[in-house]
């Protein structure tokens, strides 16, 4: 099924970079090179690497255009992360998007999943790693000010989202048991990709590039 350009983005142009997001576009490749920042803050200095709306939009527009297509015969999804992590509001969504699509997604460590982007990059339908990157999982950071009654509040909320969501989220996306995740909750969790693949966290450490490519 061929990739329809929108109309707006047909032009003539000579812009290196512009004909690159269409072509990744076309290709179905996605990118996330940045911080997960809270929306309103995501910088835009470097539109090719995409914010997490525009992952969100991207992949609802790929199962959009899948519709009618059976689920064994869609282009696959390739997400290319190498992120320190960041807000998880916006982090979230990119997760749901990921384990609603019935078009297949692949993740691809390129450098680092750590924090918010480990979370993501962990619910790739299929997930792959350069053989030099890095993971980390922690337990999150959080931030409130204001009256005490309020900050309490939120920690609540926090502590909520963290059992009721993070560990469930990590436990079903890997071998890890619940007595092992619970050890490791208040510490910082580095691996290696062969950690990372023994603890299910990825299914195929990249040794030959047009696995992804």
């Given at each position: 099924?061929?990739?329809?350009?929108?109309?707006?983005?047909?032009?003539?142009?000579?812009?290196?970079?512009?004909?690159?997001?269409?072509?990744?576009?076309?290709?179905?490749?996605?990118?996330?090179?940045?911080?997960?920042?809270?929306?309103?803050?995501?910088?835009?200095?470097?539109?090719?690497?995409?914010?997490?709306?525009?992952?969100?939009?991207?992949?609802?527009?790929?199962?959009?255009?899948?519709?009618?297509?059976?689920?064994?015969?869609?282009?696959?999804?390739?997400?290319?992360?190498?992120?320190?992590?960041?807000?998880?509001?916006d982090g979230m969504p990119i997760i749901a998007a990921i384990e609603l699509s019935k078009t297949p997604i692949y993740t691809i460590n390129l450098g680092q999943w750590c924090s918010?982007?480990?979370?993501?990059?962990?619910?790739?339908?299929?997930?792959?790693?350069?053989?030099?990157?890095?993971?980390?999982?922690?337990?999150?950071?959080?931030?409130?000010?204001?009256?005490?009654?309020?900050?309490?509040?939120?920690?609540?909320?926090?502590?909520?989202?963290?059992?009721?969501?993070?560990?469930?989220?990590?436990?079903?996306?890997?071998?890890?048991?619940?007595?092992?995740?619970?050890?490791?909750?208040?510490?910082?969790?580095?691996?290696?990709?062969?950690?990372?693949?023994?603890?299910?966290?990825?299914?195929?450490?990249?040794?030959?590039?047009?696995v992804i490519l």
């Open positions: 099924m061929s990739f329809e350009i929108p109309r707006d983005m047909l032009k003539i142009t000579t812009n290196a970079e512009e004909y690159r997001m269409l072509e990744d576009l076309k290709e179905r490749r996605l990118y996330l090179y940045r911080e997960i920042e809270p929306l309103g803050y995501e910088e835009t200095s470097n539109e090719h690497a995409s914010t997490a709306t525009h992952i969100v939009q991207a992949i609802l527009d790929f199962n959009r255009e899948d519709m009618n297509v059976p689920i064994s015969d869609r282009k696959p999804i390739k997400l290319f992360i190498n992120s320190p992590g960041g807000d998880i509001t918010m982007a480990f979370l993501i990059g962990i619910t790739g339908h299929k997930r792959f790693s350069l053989p030099y990157a890095t993971f980390l999982l922690h337990e999150g950071t959080s931030f409130a000010g204001g009256a005490t009654n309020k900050v309490q509040d939120r920690v609540k909320f926090d502590e909520r989202v963290e059992k009721e969501v993070i560990k469930p989220h990590v436990l079903h996306h890997s071998n890890m048991k619940e007595h092992e995740y619970d050890a490791l909750a208040r510490v910082e969790y580095y691996l290696l990709p062969p950690d990372a693949k023994e603890r299910g966290f990825i299914d195929e450490i990249v040794t030959d590039l047009n």
